[in-house]
């Protein structure tokens, strides 16, 4: 698990590093343009000429510094700073003085094509406004130059709240960030521009970061599932009940139902048309079948509720919803059409035994009625809204997948491809999550899971059939790559490891 920022959240970091832990703030920077500095070693050839080129702010001053450390390491380097040296920052001046006292004066008007390596310090997480002037010239001309780019912290001109493009953005092919992730290195299109991004550590603690940071992302598998127990049975691992499918749509409800089997769930059944039933009793003959008759005996049966895939949004969806959000006393995962349903007859929710909405952007605008570039502009903002309008866990489904719930840390994801983005994914993605809280997961949990684990199944499905090729099968066939436990042994005092 790592943290993830937004530039004020940074800035407060910052501030309690320096100036209630103590650790000076040219110390802080030192380790900053050290990082930077290995990291432009890494990607220059021997003799090849780095140019740095320096904002007035403190990300300038990481660039400065990392020049020194590039000529202290013998690297042909020359540095230039852009903006009104009268405004600069403190550190910037001292870290310009340090290189003059050295006799390295800052070059003047370099062609950016003589050099095989650039690296920008212009503006981090100061960014507070459009890119214009002299800073918009600069940063055309680091990409018409075609050169390699280290970005210091992230790429200027992306915005560090949003990934928004701030009028211009230099595009890199590595990012050096300190201490914690910020929102724009994982949201798009920020997250285009930073190339591979490298996070160092340069002093600021743990519990500091923990502190001010209002996200967190995932970037490994392990631990992530609910135990297995040797003395168990299918009860142990949750019975849960899916509302899906109408008679078109009878795919929805295989994909969901198989997802949430393959993740581990004890027991499915699945409520669906009558036309569903010999469909989905020979493509999954696992689940149980029933009628839209059956659903209060169900209710009661069940430990975990998913309600919407493949549905429809009509007056039948909207009388079993009503039904679902009275009667029901489990947990509820709300996707597809029953999202649809919530937005077109404008329900309110307030169901006390835990929802989890899974929205992709459309959905999202319609649930907040909203025009849906609204919900791009900040999908972070409209994840909480989901959240706190319908008393519910967000899931807001896009390119990088928000988890937003009030008053928890907000999770950004990192893993899956554009592979996914095609019938079916969001299907599976509900199988998965309802599988997680049906075996008794906490559900902002599996909520999390659901999405990092969905995302990796991708991933490995592209691996195998590429980006074109992939359908929402393939990521069901690869969940059992992502969930761990192959090499576990069958009886207990058995265990390999
Ligand atoms: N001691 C510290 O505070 C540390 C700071 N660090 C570095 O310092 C950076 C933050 O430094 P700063 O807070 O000085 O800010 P930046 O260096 O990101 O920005 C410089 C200044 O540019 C101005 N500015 C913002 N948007 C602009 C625009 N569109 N056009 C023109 N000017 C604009 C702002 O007034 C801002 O102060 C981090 O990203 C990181 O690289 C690291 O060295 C770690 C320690
Ligand atoms: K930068």
């Known amino acids: 698990m790592k943290y993830v920022l937004k530039n004020q959240e940074m800035q407060d970091t910052d501030y309690e590093t320096i100036h209630q832990i103590g650790i000076p703030g040219l110390v802080l920077m030192e380790r900053a343009s050290k990082a930077v500095a290995d990291c432009a070693m890494r990607h220059v050839r021997e003799n090849g000429r780095i140019l740095v080129i320096a904002g007035i702010g403190n990300n300038g001053g990481d660039a400065l510094a990392a020049a020194r450390i590039l000529l202290e390491e013998d690297n042909r380097t020359d540095y230039m700073v852009v903006g009104n040296l009268e405004k600069a ?116 603690h743990d519990q500091t970061i923990e502190k001010y940071a209002s996200g967190f992302t995932l970037e490994e598998p392990e631990g992530l599932m609910p135990p297995r127990l040797s ?64 659903l209060e005996k169900s209710l009661d049966w069940c430990d975990c509720i998913l309600f919407g895939p493949g ?10 919803l009503e039904y679902v959000l009275k009667h029901g006393t489990k947990p509820l995962i709300l996707d597809a059409d029953g999202l649809n349903t919530i937005s077109r007859y404008q329900m309110e929710i307030d169901y006390p035994y835990g929802v989890i909405m899974t ?80 075996t008794g997961c906490d559900l902002y949990d599996a909520a999390v899971r659901g999405v990092y684990l969905h995302g990796l199944a991708g991933d490995a499905a592209m691996r195998e059939k590429g980006p074109y090729s992939m359908i929402a099968s393939d990521i069901l066939h690869h969940i059992k790559d992502v969930t761990g436990g192959k090499n576990e042994s069958i009886l207990p005092g058995e265990c390999s490891h």
């Open 231 to 294: 003395y168990s049975n299918k009860g142990t691992y949750g019975k849960i009940l899916m509302i899906t499918g109408n008679e078109t749509m009878s795919g929805a409800a295989a994909f969901a139902g198989e997802a949430a089997l393959r993740m581990g769930a004890g027991l499915v059944k699945i409520l669906s048309d009558a036309s569903n039933r010999p469909i989905l009793q020979s493509r999954l003959p696992e689940i149980l079948f029933g009628e839209r008759g059956d």
């Open 89 to 204: 920052s403190e550190d910037l001046k001292l870290q310009m003085q340090i290189l003059q006292n050295l006799g390295y004066e800052p070059a003047e008007d370099p062609d950016f094509k003589n050099y095989d390596l650039l690296v920008e310090g212009i503006f981090g997480v100061g960014l507070s406004r459009e890119v214009g002037g002299v800073y918009r010239d600069v940063i055309e001309r680091i990409n018409q130059s075609e050169r390699p780019v280290i970005a210091v912290d992230i790429p200027s001109g992306i915005s560090g709240n949003t990934g928004k493009v701030m009028g211009c953005a230099v595009k890199a092919v590595e990012t050096v960030t300190f201490g914690g992730y910020k929102r724009g290195h994982l949201l798009y299109p920020g997250r285009e521009y930073c190339g591979k991004v490298t996070l160092e550590k340069i002093g600021f």
């Open 311 to 320: 549905l429809g949004a009509g007056d039948e969806t909207k009388e079993m």
């Open 359 to 438: 929205p992709h952007l459309m959905e999202g605008a319609r649930l907040l009625s909203k025009e849906i570039d609204e919900v791009k502009a900040d999908i972070c903002q409209a994840a909480e809204e989901i959240a706190s309008r319908y008393h519910a866990i967000a899931v807001l489904k896009d390119a990088a997948t928000i988890v937003a719930k009030n008053r928890d840390k907000l999770y950004i994801n990192q893993s899956g491809n554009h592979g996914m983005a095609s019938g079916g994914s969001g299907d599976v993605l509900a199988g998965m999550i309802t599988g997680l809280a049906g």
